[in-house]
T-cell receptor
């Protein structure tokens, strides 16, 4: 099956700093990647759709200026959480689309 | 707004029995339906997907879809303790759309 990696797997940062999360499709090219967020005991919520070479499409209620997405190549999408605050602490999971969606292992973000 | 509903559980099933997980969805335009398994602290892993009405079997797993009733289910035969996890139902509108997830059903297989 298709393999998707994420880096880092976990990160702790101070409030007000920015954090970048990378999502890579390792053995296939993905023109479309997705970013999800999962709070404790909640389900995954789609944040945005990332298309290679174009602007990301954000879901309603997701601040595009806070969650910057760049999909510069067919194997890499990045999510930057700008000026992170404690309420941004969550489990961030990316997926890459190839007939179906394959999920990365997730990045756990803790903002102090 | 698309909604996917699941009973949160926990659903407790004896080892070796059949576990039945259910899901309903609100968007009649949904075209693809997925079942994911998620262990605590991990990302979801795909169990199976179904596009057409009826049953689809893969090993111990059977997915059932009824578009008229907007209902999809997952049966797990010969349940094992390792099947204990949260099972997420997800639907997709079409093509490379993002998935809408239910909140998941927590399944416990009792040895």
């Amino acid at each position: 099956g298709a393999v998707v990696s994420q880096h880092p797997s976990w990160v702790i940062c101070k409030s007000g700093t920015s954090v970048k999360i990378e999502c890579r499709s390792l053995d296939f090219q993905a023109t479309t990647m997705f970013w999800y967020r999962q709070f404790p005991k909640q389900s995954l919520m789609l944040m945005a759709t990332s298309n290679e070479g174009s602007k990301a499409t954000y879901e309603q209620g997701v601040e595009k200026d806070k969650f910057l997405i760049n999909h510069a190549s067919l194997t890499l999408s990045t999510l930057t959480v700008t000026s992170a605050h404690p309420e941004d602490s969550s489990f961030y999971i990316c997926s890459a689309y190839e007939e179906t969606q394959y999920f990365g292992p997730g990045t756990r973000l803790l903002v102090l | 707004q698309k909604e996917v509903e699941q009973n949160s559980g926990p659903l407790s099933v004896p080892e070796g029995a059949i576990a039945s997980l259910n899901c309903t969805y609100s968007d009649r335009g949904s075209q693809s339906f997925f079942w994911y398994r998620q262990y605590s602290g991990k990302s979801p892993e795909l169990i199976m997907f179904i596009y057409s009405n009826g049953d689809k079997e893969d090993g111990r797993f059977t997915a059932q879809l009824n578009k008229a009733s907007q209902y999809v289910s997952l049966l797990i035969r010969d349940s094992q303790p390792s099947d204990s996890a949260t099972y997420l139902c997800a639907v997709r509108g079409g093509g490379a759309d993002g998935l809408t997830f239910g909140k998941g059903t927590h399944l416990i297989i009792q040895p």
